[in-house]
């Protein structure tokens, strides 16, 4: 288990350092540091200088040495547009980001465990197929329009929930995040948001979900279960269970990218005030510093929710727990 | 009149595709008394495992039975609700299936999967189910069987598996065992001795056996009682002694001929030319006719009937016998 | 004759005529299809002749609505164009970029996943790793960086004119991992194969092994994987252009459109978003139950009755 732990984290590290790769490269072939930090009315040979200072004449691998060392140490050049070093701005607007990937997922978790395992049980049911049908709409559906339709028939028509924003948030953590949980606007502002993001996701886990079930529910060993006696509730809720949470977990982990994509697509429409309308509003301006910032955040995020799910995973699968290899 | 353990009269399985029905099993009948052993013998898909199956009605969809009646301890358990099955099944009579890796859950200890069968029956605590779990590894020769109790099914070799799913099958002391080819998946070396296992176990708690086989040669040497299966019915059935010193359906003669030793060493092989014809396409007469030596008038027209022929307590489906 | 009178009598076309959702699904992709590709015909106006639109004309209601006007049954946009014609151009655009983009994904990850995995070792890890990082920072995310790139590299002018070519380039590049994992799990199956050892003994060379044996074996799950990235890639394009990385205001597919009209569903004009909307939904939802029907055809498990 140590062993594969370890070699998980090895190479975490090693994605790791392919992102930071691309991310300077990025950075130093878009845009001009130096227009961005002083715009155009300054003297050349100011400019000049000021590139010399900045290091911008030394080698490529000098100066992705540089921004390497100054990445550990979370100093990613200043957002010219904020004025601000683009970590604190990011570490800003990261709470809202995260409290709606949270409440998404939470919703996520919740509703399609009990849909898809019925959906697996009974698959004939007018229900199951209810369900089914539901889901292949609200696949095809790209979740800014589903967020447009909420705000429209929400906020526009029947006035119940607010249309933008985060409402009134406090802070907490010695005033590093502010949080939406702990108001009642707060929450308000939080369902239409949260309701977009899982719209795409929910269809995707319910079906993974009811096909990984149907296809524990043939397996010899189930059918073995059957020969043993045990009652169907067993049957169904240990052991199939188990067995079906295997695979959605790692599918699980991945679809984390997903959602963070859609972030930045479900903030657009809410002006939702996290790292997604950030990055768009970057990419607007050309702000690389910014944009190079938020790559390696969304990186390590990546990467760390990928290795904690592998991880989780080996605890659950005993092939991997007791031999360490998968 | 004795009355069997296990009786099954007339048992037809069909099977609802959806290009039209499919009979599995046809007229399919047979008896079992306490502690005796029977052997369904026939190739893939002559349907022994469905006969199998159908006793505890473990036929997955789109399968059922539609004809016959099981009669165990007084019921019928065609008819019988779900939740009398239930109780039977693991408790009463038990199975074992093919493959040990297939069988037992990959993620739960094996602890956990005996324990679970032996409370799904019986109220008892899950220390008492435990031990009783180890007494059952001890029975089936697995060493320092307490240990054993938390590992995995995948940290176990083949026929350890095997000897542990036999030990599942006795948890409870059922009294009929249903093997379905319980060897089958196994390397040849191990193959005996889980065969001799299985033997020992049920002459010592005196328990049923219908072992399920297409290789008649572990038939003959561990069961009392031989039925013979073809095409989805019963061709032959008596004692193992008679079948096999003496066998009447030309199909029954033609698998004692195939058997490797029968004609002496340095001889080719023999084989039963053709091959059994697929569920959806069945000859009419006698399913065996288009392989058999003996066909003529009768056997293209008219299926035969399961009858008494000659002295001893002997039935075989043949026209010409 | 022959090959028509088998596609007759095949289990896919008697599915086909069975499933009442295929045939709709069907029916409707195709009017669709024709009605995009029609449009330079059967639409009323041309929204790209900047000649024929008034800024006077803009923000009318759908026919019939009040304020509506026959000439414009759907209304028009903010900027006077008739949105029943934007439309159908637009949808033309997105159907273009979308099957484009899915050729492009499917060429590139057959040809990658074909190689990783009879090629094997390093080649194999290299792309797989590659295919990984894509994949976990998901495809969408992965096109909108590349647009952003390109945007900032060729400012936004040049980036206009050559929309439709980068976004097909884009999407093609962001989403060719699914179809490399898919090929080189059919591969790594295949090579296995007796066929495989027998035409090495033979003496066929590792290329023609490749292509000409393993290659058919691998492309039926490719088919199934391709209709529901024909319905992702039009997804894909509709939000890029909605996050104004995509087609330009000037030659709008429906994603530009409903960024477009998104700010007046609060002043009232909502239909500048809403229709543009349905149309996409409905053009997804199609090729989405299409590709199910498929993927439920070409994987037939038998007992389903």
Known sequence: MFAFITRRIIQAVIVMLIISFIGFTIKHHVGDPVRELVGVSVKASEREALREKLGLNDPFFVQYKNFLKNAVKGDFGISYFFKKPASQVILEKAPATLELVFASSILIILLSIPLGTYCAIKPKSILSRLIMGMSIVGVSIPVFLTAIMLIFLFAVNLHILPSYGRGDTVPILWGMWDTGFLTLDGLKHLILPVIALSSIMLPLFIRLIRAEMMEVMQTEYIKFAFAKGLSKKRIWFVHAFKNTLLPVITVGGVQLGIMIAYTILTETVFQWQGMGFMFLEAVERSDTSLLVAYLMFVGVLFVVVNTIVDIIYGFINPKVRISGTK | ?321 | MDKWKKFKESYFLYSFLRDPVAIVSFVVFVFLVLASFTAPFTAPYDPYDTTTISIMDSEIPPVWLEGGEKNFVLGTDSQGRDMLSTMMYGMRVSIIIGIGAVLLQAFLGVVIGLLSGYIGGRVDAFFMRLADIQLSFSTLMVAIFISAIFQTAFGVGKYSEYAVPILVLIIGLAEWPQYARTVRASVLGEKEKEYVEAAKVIGFGSRWIMFRHILPNTLSPVFVISTIQVANAVMSEAALSFLGLGMPVTKPSLGSLINLGFEYIFSGSWWITIFPGILLIVLVLVVNLLGDWLRDVLNPKLYKG
């Open chain 2, 1 to 321: 009149m004795m009355e069997h353990l296990l009786e099954v009269n007339n048992l037809e399985v069909k099977f609802k595709l959806r290009t039209g029905g499919l009979t599995a099993i046809d007229k399919v009948g047979f008896t079992l008394d306490k502690g005796e052993r029977l052997g369904i013998v026939g190739e893939s898909g002559a349907g022994k495992s469905v006969t199998g199956f159908s006793i505890i009605n473990l036929i997955s969809k789109p399968g059922y039975i539609s004809d016959g009646e099981i009669i165990f301890e007084g019921k019928d358990l065609t008819r019988v609700s779900e939740d009398v099955l239930r109780h039977i099944r693991g408790n009463r009579i038990s199975m074992i299936f093919q493959d040990p890796m297939m069988t037992l859950n990959p993620v739960f200890t094996i602890g956990e999967q005996m324990a679970e069968t032996i409370l799904a029956h019986k109220n008892i605590s899950r220390k008492d189910a435990l031990e009783i779990s180890v007494e059952k590894l001890r029975q089936v020769h697995i060493p320092s069987p307490e240990t054993r109790l938390n590992q995995y099914p995948h940290e176990f070799s083949g026929g350890m598996r095997q000897r542990i799913v036999i030990a599942i099958a006795l948890l409870l002391d059922p009294a009929i065992i249903i093997a379905d080819e319980p060897t089958t998946a196994l390397d040849v070396t191990i193959q005996a001795e889980i065969m001799e296992l299985l033997l020992e176990l049920c002459e010592k708690n005196e328990t049923g056996l219908i072992l399920i086989t297409h290789d008649l040669g572990v038939v003959s040497q561990v069961t009392e009682k031989i039925a013979v299966m073809y095409a989805g019915r019963i061709v032959e059935i008596g004692s193992t002694e008679n079948i096999v010193a003496n066998p009447l359906h030309p199909y029954t003669r033609g698998l004692i001929k195939a058997l490797p030793g029968s004609r002496g060493t340095g001889e080719k092989l023999y084989q039963i030319p053709g091959s059994m014809p697929n569920l959806t396409e069945m000859p009419k007469g006698c399913a065996f006719h288009p392989r058999c030596e003996l066909a003529e008038g009768e056997c293209f027209t008219t299926v035969p009937e399961l009858m008494q022929r000659g002295n001893f307590r002997r039935l075989a489906a043949c026209h010409k016998v």
